[in-house]
C-alpha cells in the first residue's frame, strides 16, 4: 500500500523528498533518499489502517495496548512526584495517535490537546475508548480556552500530551531543526516554565510489523534566566533537538509531509499567550 501511495500521488511524493533532501541532503546520496521515502510512505500507511482495522473490529483495546511496553517509566513517575504535572512531548512519529491512550490503560491521568477535524467518525470511535478509559481530549481552539485548559490540568498534576513537530502556522519561534531554522510551536516551553511541570519527550515506536514500545526520555531542562521570552526560546530549541534526535533514530516512523521549513504568515502562538 505505501508503495502504491508513493508512485501514484506525486505531490506528497516530491514533498516528502524534498524534506528529506533538506534534513539528509549532506548526508545520503538521492538513491538513499529515495529508499528513505518509500519506507516513510510504508509506516505513513500502515499505521493509520491498523487504527482502523482495530476499531472497525471492535477489538478488545485494552489487551492491545497493553502489549506496548513502556521504557523509562520512572523519568515519569519521578516527575509526577514533583506535583506540578508533566508536558508529554510528541510528534507525528510512530503511532503517536496512540500515546495518550496508552498511558491512561496504564492508570495516568491524561489530557491530550488535538485537531480531531480529519476523519470525524474514526475520532468518535476512538474517544469513545478513550473516555473510558480515563484519557481527555481538547481541541486547540479558540485558543484562550485550550490555554486554561492545559494549565488547569497541570495545576491537578495530570498529564498534557503536546504534539509539538509541526510548522506553526501562525508564527511560532524559529530553532534549528536538522540544521535550519524551522518556525516551532512554543507551547509545551510555556507551560513548562509557566507551572513548572517537566517536559519529558515521548514517542510509541515501531519495533517491528507487530511490536510497538513506548519512549521515555529523560526531562528537559534549561538553567533559567531573568528574561521570560529568552528562556521560552532556549527551552524550545532543546525539546526540538530532543525530537529531532528520535527522528534520526527512525527516520521512516516521521511523516515528513508537513512544511516544516516554510516561513510563517502571522504571529504566534507565544505572542498571544504573554
Known amino acids: 500500500m505505501g508503495t502504491i501511495v508513493f508512485r501514484l500521488i506525486k505531490k506528497y511524493r516530491e514533498r516528502v523528498i524534498h524534506n528529506l533532501s533538506i534534513a539528509f541532503g549532506s548526508e545520503k546520496d538521492m538513491g538513499e533518499i529515495n529508499t528513505l521515502a518509500q519506507e516513510v510512505f510504508f509506516h505513513f500507511t500502515l499505521t493509520p489502517l491498523e487504527t482502523v482495522y482495530l476499531i472497525a473490529n471492535g477489538l478488545p483495546f485494552e489487551r492491545f495496548f497493553l502489549k506496548i511496553k513502556i521504557k523509562g517509566k ?10 506540578k504535572g508533566v508536558i508529554a512531548l510528541g510528534a507525528h512519529l510512530g503511532a503517536f495517535t496512540l500515546l495518550g491512550t496508552r498511558l491512561a490503560v496504564e492508570g495516568y491521568p491524561v ?3 488535538i485537531n480531531q477535524e480529519s476523519f470525524p467518525k474514526l475520532w468518535k470511535r476512538l474517544n469513545a475508548y478513550q473516555g473510558i478509559v480515563g484519557q481527555k481530549t ?5 485558543i484562550i480556552t485550550s490555554i486554561k485548559k492545559s494549565l488547569n490540568c497541570l495545576h491537578r498534576n495530570e498529564i498534557l500530551y503536546l504534539v509539538a513537530d509541526e510548522q506553526q502556522r501562525r508564527g ?6 536538522f540544521g535550519q531554522k524551522a518556525f516551532t510551536p512554543s507551547g509545551p516551553a510555556l507551560f513548562s516554565l509557566k507551572t513548572g511541570a517537566p517536559i519529558l519527550p515521548m ?3 515501531r ?9 521515555i526520555g529523560p526531562p528537559i531542562e534549561i538553567e533559567r534566566t531573568s528574561d521570560e521570552k529568552k528562556d521560552i526560546e532556549a527551552l524550545t530549541a532543546k525539546f526540538t533537538k530532543a525530537i529531532e534526535d528520535f527522528i ?3 527516520p521512516h516512523q516521521w511523516t515528513w509531509l508537513n512544511r516544516r521549513w516554510k516561513l510563517p504568515s502571522s ?3 507565544l505572542d498571544m499567550a504573554t
Open 74 to 83: 520512572e523519568y515519569l513517575e519521578e516527575a509526577l512526584a514533583k506535583k
Open 111 to 113: 489530557n491530550i490537546m
Open 138 to 142: 481538547f481541541p486547540p481552539k479558540p
Open 172 to 177: 511560532g519561534i524559529p530553532v534549528p531543526f
Open 203 to 205: 514517542f510509541i515506536l
Open 207 to 215: 519495533k517491528n510489523r507487530i511490536q510497538w514500545t513506548l519512549v
Open 248 to 250: 534520526r533514530q527512525y
Open 267 to 269: 504571529k504566534g502562538f
